[in-house]
């Protein structure tokens, strides 16, 4: 079983539909951002990996969007209204954001980041580089937070978790111990 298959019971994620959304998005990630998505299954803990797979996959879809030319504005503007219609009513026909949605209800404390999301992300619509240091040093503060932040952010007040066993893993050879 991959390390893949045990992060969604490992983070509560139960429903057969909801980890059908997970396991999409995170194709989604290893098609297009492989490295991203073999550094956090290495670097995470199994119960975060969902939830860090499914923002890094919104994330890259707006990002799309952003960059699709002179039609970027109509289709961030219906993204952006269909993002604020699933937040409003807790339900979407895409998987994307079912995922997304799912999210925040295990990690309280992306709740505000998802809120932001659409309107942070639209400032690159208009993006033309910064004028001054301030306004690059600004930059972090108003935007959404990149994939490496995510972790310390979902690792806050979340579901309870049983704790796993102490020391070193069954099998892994520790310096200085016996066998």
């Keep these: 079983m991959s390390a893949w298959t045990k992060s969604p019971d490992a983070a509560g994620v139960r429903e057969p539909g909801v980890r059908r959304d997970y396991d999409a998005q995170r194709r989604l990630v290893r098609r297009h951002r492989r490295t991203a998505c073999l550094a956090a299954r290495l670097l995470l803990p199994r119960h975060l990996l969902p939830h ?3 923002a890094t996959a919104l994330m890259h ?3 799309n969007l952003l960059d699709t030319g002179p039609r970027r504005e109509a289709a961030w ?4 209204r269909q ?8 339900t979407s026909e895409d ?3 079912r995922a997304c949605l799912h999210t925040p209800s ?3 404390r ?3 980041t998802a809120e932001r999301y659409p ?13 001054t240091e301030a306004d690059y040093q600004a930059c972090p503060d108003a935007s959404c937070l990149p994939p490496s932040c995510w972790s310390p952010i979902c690792s806050g007040p979340g579901r309870k978790r049983r704790p796993g066993p102490t020391g070193p893993r069954p099998g892994l050879h520790t310096p200085g111990r016996r066998r």
């Design 52 to 54: 860090v797979v499914a």
């Design 61 to 63: 879809h707006g990002d």
């Design 77 to 80: 503007a219906a993204w952006e």
């Design 83 to 90: 993002v604020r219609e699933a937040l409003r009513a807790g």
């Design 95 to 97: 998987p994307l954001l």
């Design 106 to 108: 295990a990690r309280p």
């Design 110 to 112: 992306l709740h505000g």
């Design 119 to 131: 309107s942070t992300a639209a400032a690159e619509l208009d993006f033309a580089g910064f004028a």
